[in-house]
């Protein structure tokens, strides 16, 4: 890594852009960063601009002035949004008129959405992100990237996605931080829904159990007829309600199995946005969740998680289905990451294929001895207020 070329003391930054294109759980890996940015840079203007599946969550980031959401891209041109109309012109007039002193891109790996491109069009004087070099996927896929950022970091070390957005700040030279915890932000709005959502849904008396089981790769995702049987079973020995989430395109499949659970089971999949998520697994005891958006929402409100994950124990840390790089960050005892023990045949550096594989190995006989005690735990912190 070098040394900015040109000497941005962050104390006196009045105007900083983070730029951010990708989903819900990078961007709460990505809040450390915001959080360290703010404390080191107090009287800046911070804008986000993130994709519009993250906005939602973005829009209510305590360290985070202006959030602007890109919807679609063609060619050169950009679908943007914002809150308020004041919030989109003001954005714009400061993106076209060079106003920004820094522009930041803390995406470690491949560049899918052109964040690059985007903060080079800002103009401004510094832009950091990190070099195509720092993987062999960016490095084919971003070839020639480089040129859009003033300073890179190059940086090839297996760390945790929250804590590697950090050494951006290496770009300012040497720096040291306190590792701070992420967060999912939400309005007391979006809390009064959720109270009112479990009001109506559930006996108050009991604990509820969050269940994220979807996700976009069918390699990643528990089938239902492994996953039924260990819920069901949780269920049965701990006294708890069901609540299953999800996307509204998963309103279906969630209903059914919410029916296949029992009547201690509800479906809000497609009846809450990412915000109203947050509140009500902050109200939630546990979450069981894939390796997806809302087992880090759930660690960003402070709810225990566990992570049913298809990446071997043995495969490389490394990799982008590695827990090590992507569970979700929290205290310790408050998140449970599951993992088969090995890849299954065909499969060399993690799971390969495109339907559930080698996540198959994650049966009830398999996980119960870890699962129940998390949980169990879980229960025992929930009712003490802790």
């Known amino acids: 890594m070098r040394p900015a070329r040109f000497r941005l003391r962050l104390d006196r930054a009045g105007n900083i852009l983070v730029v951010k294109l990708d989903f819900a759980g990078d961007w709460i890996m990505t809040t450390p960063l915001l959080d360290e940015l703010r404390r ?50 003001s954005f714009v007039a400061d993106y076209t008129g060079g106003a920004f002193d820094l522009a930041l891109v803390p995406r470690w790996d491949t560049d899918f959405n052109g ?73 007391p709005d979006d809390s009064g829904h959720a ?38 079973r949780l269920v049965r020995k701990l006294d708890m309600d069901v609540a299953v989430v999800g996307a509204p395109d998963h309103a279906g499949r969630a209903a059914a199995l919410a029916r296949s659970l029992g009547r201690r089971a509800v479906s809000f999949a497609g009846r809450l946005t990412l915000r109203q998520m947050a509140a009500f697994t902050a109200r939630a005891a546990a979450m069981i ?18 992570v ?22 929290a205290a310790p005892g408050m998140v449970l990451v599951l993992q088969p023990e090995r890849a299954l045949p065909t499969c060399r550096n993690g799971c390969e294929r495109d339907e559930a594989h080698c996540i198959r190995q994650l049966d009830e006989a398999r996980v119960w001895s870890r699962l129940r005690p998390f949980l169990a735990a879980a229960l025992d912190r929930a009712r003490s207020g802790n």
């Not at 809150?83 to 012109?89: E, M, V």
């Not at 109270?195 to 509820?208: A, Q, S, V």
């Not at 269940?211 to 528990?222: E, S």
Request: charged content about 25%; proline content about 8%.
């Open 308 to 329: 049913f994950s298809c990446h071997p124990a043995d495969g490389p840390v490394g990799h982008p289905q590695s827990p090590v790089r992507f569970a979700p960050r």
């Open 115 to 187: 964040a690059a491109q985007l903060a080079f069009g800002s103009r401004a004087p510094l832009v950091v992100g990190f070099s195509e070099r720092s993987t062999a996927a960016k490095a084919l896929s971003n070839r020639g990237d480089d040129r859009f950022y003033t300073d890179l970091v190059h940086d090839t070390e297996v760390l945790h996605e929250a804590e590697r957005q950090l050494t951006l700040l290496t770009a300012f030279g040497p720096t040291a931080w306190r590792e701070a915890p992420v967060r999912a932000a939400f309005t």
């Open 289 to 306: 969740a894939m390796d997806s958006g809302p087992a880090h929402i759930a660690a960003g409100v402070g709810t225990p998680v566990v």
């Open 195 to 232: 109270r009112d959502l479990i009001k109506r849904g559930f006996d108050e008396t009991r604990p509820i159990l969050a269940v994220a089981p979807f996700v976009d790769q069918g390699r990643r995702t528990l089938p239902a007829n492994l996953l039924v049987p260990i819920i069901r």
């Open 40 to 89: 080191r840079a107090p009287r800046a203007r911070i804008t986000a601009v993130v994709i519009d599946r993250a906005f939602d969550l973005a829009d209510a980031d305590p360290a985070v002035d202006r959030v602007i959401s890109i919807s679609w891209a063609r060619g050169r041109r950009l679908g943007v949004g914002a809150s308020n109309p004041a919030r989109l012109g």
